[in-house]
């Protein structure tokens, strides 16, 4: 199952062929500020607190007419005994290994120790070009305090400022002239983006990756965020996914913390996969980093085609369950119930209790999460590595399932099949649907044209959305209605 790494942020055509930058420095000196200046996002979470970013982030910029990837990494303290610290270096020794020049990233307010020159040996052991930013130097002051950096003995001293962007340019300039230009990269990602314009009808149809068809809404890449309460297994899940120790994962509630993904190829098509952070109540997250990483988790599961919930199985299915699937449903996502670490209450038990029962855990599941009655559920170890087969195919069922579309023949020889009289509504609740047409998918949208202007009852609309359900599937996707009345027009006219 082969994979490959791209930025959440879109990659464009050839991006795993341009030239790697990767941003190291220790903690807090301001290496995600550098990072999101110049990939002209907020990419990466950026505040006071040391360690924010934990996992290695993708980006790429542009300078002097050339494209290059950018890596954000986590701070690196070499020969930190402490866990979080030592998953983190080894994310950053990935970046640094695959990059083809470092951005050391120093702070220029702070004095320099014994772990800033065991960083450089370090890095220059490694054979790469390496550049020295002394960040936050603003004005002529702290300009002229950058000279002091010289002690660690880098030749390339750029005394610059991240956040208000002064001295960028010579950086940048520096490091492009260290990185000779890739002549076959250029040719490579050149064809693939001229055909996918012509199949996709123009750049602009390129750009945002989905295009709509007389059947079926067609997309060439899938994103799926998976979403779920700190410590269920989500970091996991991706590793086991994807194949690779892209997320770090410990036993540590609160890990994740910037949204790591990677991407699949599985059966000719692209599958993106987004940890998020572990979405917390408000009133449970005291920590900056904490609370913008739950607001960065909303903001990624809003952008994806599916979600995966993953439920701790240890713990079984509580209101945060609810409340972030709740998250999933109301956004519009689809939606794919994985129950995590299934082995620990079944074969691998060791508290001397019997094992747990698959049908009694769904029943509970399923009156926990009532509202998603339409997702279906998965069983599995993400530790163990067991089922991913079945997720991703599950995941392509699923994303078919929210980009498939209902002719309105088709709709309409549904509707007089439909005994609407067994619809457990009060009379006076009742609208009588003269056709109804699906005018969009992702999710499927329906609109009703009915006899009076009024907001569908709840048991009408449930009784509804299974019936469309039991004939035409869109397992997995949640099913919207809009309501016009026939003579709506001519009361306004």
Do not use: C
Not at 70 to 91: A, C, M, N, R
Not at 303 to 328: F, K, N, P, Q, W
Not at 389 to 412: D, F, I, P, Y
Not at 463 to 469: G, K, T, V
């Amino acid at each position: 199952m082969p994979t490959y790494r791209r930025s959440v942020i879109p990659a464009s055509a050839g991006a795993e062929n341009l030239p790697v930058v990767a941003i190291v420095g220790r903690p807090n000196v301001g290496k995600s500020t550098l990072f999101n200046r110049l990939t002209r996002s907020r990419r990466s979470i950026v505040g006071d607190e040391p360690g924010i970013t934990r996992d290695r982030i993708y980006g790429e910029y542009d300078w002097g007419g050339r494209r290059f990837r950018l890596v954000d990494t986590g701070g690196i303290v070499p020969d930190d005994p402490e866990l979080i610290p030592t998953e983190i270096f080894s994310q950053a020794r990935v970046a640094l290994e695959e990059a083809d020049a470092l951005i050391l990233v120093v702070d220029v307010r702070t004095e320099l120790a014994s772990p800033d020159y065991d960083l450089v040996r370090m890095l220059q052991r490694g054979g790469k070009p390496v550049f020295l930013a002394v960040n936050k130097a603003e004005g002529d002051a702290m300009a002229a305090a950058a000279e002091n950096f010289r002690q660690l003995g880098l030749r390339e001293v750029y005394p610059v400022s991240a956040e208000h962007g002064l001295g960028i340019g010579d950086l940048l300039d520096a490091v492009s002239a260290a990185i000779p230009e890739r002549e076959h990269a250029v040719a490579e990602e050149e064809a693939p983006g001229e055909e996918q314009g012509q199949a996709d009808g123009g750049a602009e149809t390129e750009q945002a990756g989905v295009h709509r068809t007389h059947g079926e809404f067609e997309q060439h890449e899938t994103s799926i965020a998976i979403i779920g309460r700190p410590n269920v297994g989500k970091s996991t899940l991706l590793n086991a996914l994807t194949g690779t120790s892209r997320a770090i994962v410990s036993p540590i509630a609160g890990t994740t913390r910037d949204a790591v993904d990677e991407v699949v190829e599985f059966e000719g098509s692209q599958l993106r996969f987004v940890d998020t952070a572990g979405i917390r109540r408000k009133g449970k997250t005291h920590l900056m980093a904490e609370k913008l990483s739950v607001v960065m988790a909303r903001r990624h599961l809003e952008a994806a085609d599916v979600a995966l919930l993953v439920i701790d199985a240890t713990e079984g299915v509580t209101s945060s369950d609810a409340t972030i699937g709740g998250y999933a449903h109301e956004s519009g996502r689809s939606v794919i119930i994985v129950v995590n670490k299934w082995d620990a209450v079944t074969t691998a038990r060791t508290d001397g209790k019997p094992a747990a029962d698959r049908d009694i855990f769904e029943r509970q599941l399923r009156d926990v999460l009532k509202y998603l009655d339409y997702a279906p559920l998965l069983f599995l170890s993400a530790k163990e590595g067991k089922g991913m087969g079945r997720v991703l195919r599950e995941v392509m069922s699923v994303a078919a399932e929210r980009r498939k579309r209902v002719t309105t023949g088709q709709m309409n020889r549904f509707l007089d099949k439909v005994d609407f009289q067994r619809a457990p509504v009060p009379m006076a609740k009742r609208v009588r649907i003269f056709y109804m047409t699906q005018a969009a998918v992702a999710p499927p949208t329906f609109v009703l044209f009915t006899d009076r202007d009024v907001r569908l009852h709840f048991a009408f609309e449930r009784f509804l959305q299974n019936q469309i359900r039991d004939s035409f599937g869109f397992k997995g996707t949640p099913i919207w209605f809009k309501v016009k009345a026939r003579n709506a027009d001519k009361k306004e006219g």
